[in-house]
């Protein structure tokens, strides 16, 4: 691997804002290490895109965050791990550690979650890759799996955030036959956390409600730590670079970070 020192950032990649959940968890457990966010808002969503087009946009990002020496590079979309997670590795190479946001949560669910009825929602790029369901078969604890694919979801959080709105369009999604008698659901999809309260509200709190993002931050820590790469007395800086300004996205870093954040534009293609 490229020789990294602890003070190299992280950088954290999506579509849009939905990513800045992995990143207020990774800087919530690792407030010491330095952040880089790229959000392609030019191209979001990535549910409805093309497995190549996906892979095309992940492969130009990841080069950015090389660019910018970065020590550790989370793929924080659902969309972007299920058609690109292989590539990027590939691409990235012995350059910097590649994570994503489905195998953190493989050994929770076989360490929690044996025999219970488990959705998921998430884009229909993610749905149809059928990634999570392989990786829970593998396991062999008697989970049922069901997934749904809630395509307009991302899209209408990234405009609307938890506003009322969003709630009808939940109902149509939440109440689908696939989801019904379920212990625990599943948000694939990083930008779902952002309206965690209204989905448990939907199922009056009696479904368990996983937001994968601090299982992520922690493996992604205790990575770090395997390799010598924790950052024990950095300032925690953040850089936040948007491949098309937005407004949605501008609001969102304040909403997560209860700061004003520079957003720098960094067209993927000029």
């Given at each position: 691997m490229t020789k990294h020192t602890a003070i190299h950032p992280?950088?954290?990649?999506d579509s849009g804002i939905g990513?800045?959940?992995v990143a207020r968890a990774v800087v919530n457990h690792l407030p010491s290490e330095n952040i880089i966010y790229f959000g392609d808002t030019a191209h979001m969503p990535y549910g409805?895109?093309?497995?190549?087009?996906i892979q095309a946009y992940?492969?130009?990002?990841?080069?950015?965050?090389?660019?910018?020496?970065?020590?550790?590079?989370?793929?924080?979309?659902?969309?972007?791990?299920?058609?690109?997670?292989?590539l990027v590795k590939e691409y990235v190479a012995d350059k910097a550690i590649v994570m994503d946001v489905i195998d953190p949560m493989v050994p929770y669910l076989h360490a929690n979650h044996a025999n219970h009825r488990i959705g998921l929602i998430g884009t229909r790029q993610t749905v149809n890759s059928n990634v999570y369901k392989k990786k829970i078969d593998k396991l062999n604890r008697n989970i049922q799996l069901s997934s749904l694919p809630t395509n307009l979801l991302a899209s209408a959080i990234e405009e609307f955030g938890d506003n009322k709105v969003i709630d009808s369009l939940l109902n149509?999604?939440?109440s689908h036959p696939?989801?019904?008698?379920?212990?625990v659901l599943i948000l694939a999809c990083t930008h779902y956390p952002v309206v965690k309260e209204n989905i448990a509200r939907y199922?009056?709190?009696?479904?368990?409600?996983?937001?994968?993002?601090?299982?992520?931050a922690l493996a992604i820590k205790k990575r770090l730590a395997q390799d010598n790469l924790l950052n024990p007395d950095g300032i925690g800086s953040k850089h936040f670079y948007v491949s098309d300004y937005t407004e949605s996205f501008s609001?969102?870093?304040?909403?997560f970070f209860a700061e004003d954040i520079n957003l720098e534009h960094y067209p993927l293609w000029d």
């Open positions: 992280i950088g954290i990649f990513g800045l959940t409805d895109k093309s497995t190549s087009a992940s492969v130009k990002i990841a080069d950015m965050l090389l660019q910018q020496q970065c020590k550790l590079i989370v793929i924080a979309c659902y969309s972007a791990t299920s058609a690109a997670y292989e149509e999604y939440l696939t989801l019904k008698n379920l212990d199922f009056k709190h009696e479904v368990e409600i996983i937001d994968p993002s601090d299982i992520v609001a969102g870093t304040k909403t």
